[in-house]
């Protein structure tokens, strides 16, 4: 039997990033083996993350990640099962390890993006997620990026917390003004630039709701278009960055649209991540279970 040192624990702890009783466990089962070892430990980690990857991954973080030279930038969100991972440090360093990669590498999609080498890493991002899904013991995934590469114009960024990030380019202004119009969207959250970027369907719901409504109030026939019509101007208001009203307003008045006129200023795109947006959370009704179980008790 070959003596396990502690050297040896932590180097096979420093290629895995796994826990120290894990590595040695490894080390004793492999007789010493380093390479051995290390193998085993990426395949049990593989299996491990298969058997998390059916588990919902709502909560996690989004990063923002600017170049150097501020002419790339990179909006990314990874998600896990709890608060809990979402706040370990290991989880946000991977998290900002992954920005980089995408800011580097700028790959068309999640799953060209899983199979380079992460930042500041060896392994592949897919394989670095496993060996974390292994040491956290909880499902994570990279859900979606956002990369604004080689920019002729400036970016700007802006994070509420960890869970909401703006990603901005802009021309025109300075650095005050694109951090205002990121911290707007985030507020905000317009769903587009202007009025071409909503969704038709939208539009014509918003019509048709106008119409029942003012038809419901007894509004005659001819005037029932010319209300849907102010109705549908005002939603479009609401819902698109260039004419809602700026936060920041002194007089309260004063559009997103006419702030830029008066920097002599333009929004090329922005994109806005929230954490878990449009993923379905399991809600566990935990007084309803201990409910049903006396009951099967009882019967």
């Keep these: 039997m070959v003596d396990i040192t502690a050297s040896m624990v932590k180097e096979l702890r420093e290629a895995t990033g796994l826990g120290m009783m894990e590595c040695k466990k490894a080390l004793v089962e492999a007789n010493g083996d380093f390479k051995a070892a290390e193998e085993q430990m990426r395949i049990k980690s593989g299996a491990k993350a298969s058997k998390a990857s059916s588990r919902v991954t709502a909560e996690g973080i989004v990063v923002a990640y600017l170049t150097p030279d501020t002419k790339t930038g990179v909006l990314v969100e990874v998600n896990c099962e709890t608060d809990f991972v979402a706040k370990n440090d290991d989880f946000k360093a991977f998290a900002k390890n992954v920005a980089e990669t995408v800011a580097k590498h700028n790959p068309a999609d999640v799953a060209a993006l899983s199979e380079i080498a992460i930042s500041n890493g060896s392994a592949s991002v897919e394989e670095t997620r496993k060996t974390l899904v292994m040491k956290l013991g909880e499902n994570m995934s990279v859900r979606r990026f956002e990369c604004y590469a080689n920019v002729a114009g400036k970016l700007s960024s802006y994070l509420h917390g960890s869970k909401i990030g703006v990603l901005l380019e802009f021309t025109g202004g300075d650095e005050t003004l694109g951090r205002d119009l990121a911290m707007h969207i985030a507020a905000s959250k317009p769903k587009s630039l202007d009025a071409s970027g909503v ?94 179980a006396a009951a099967a008790a009882q019967g």
Excluded at 269 to 278: D, I, N, S, T, Y
């Design 199 to 292: 969704n038709p369907d939208e539009i014509a719901t918003e019509r048709r709701i106008a119409i029942e409504k003012a038809r419901e109030g007894g509004k005659p026939d001819a005037m029932l278009e010319k209300i849907a019509e102010g109705s549908v101007q005002k939603f479009l208001k609401e819902v698109t960055l260039l004419g809602q009203v700026f936060v920041k307003a002194e007089d309260g008045k004063q559009t997103i649209e006419q702030l830029l006129k008066s920097k002599a200023a333009k929004v090329v795109a922005f994109k806005m991540f929230v954490v878990g947006e449009g993923i379905e959370k399991k809600v566990e009704d935990y007084a309803a279970e201990v409910a049903a």
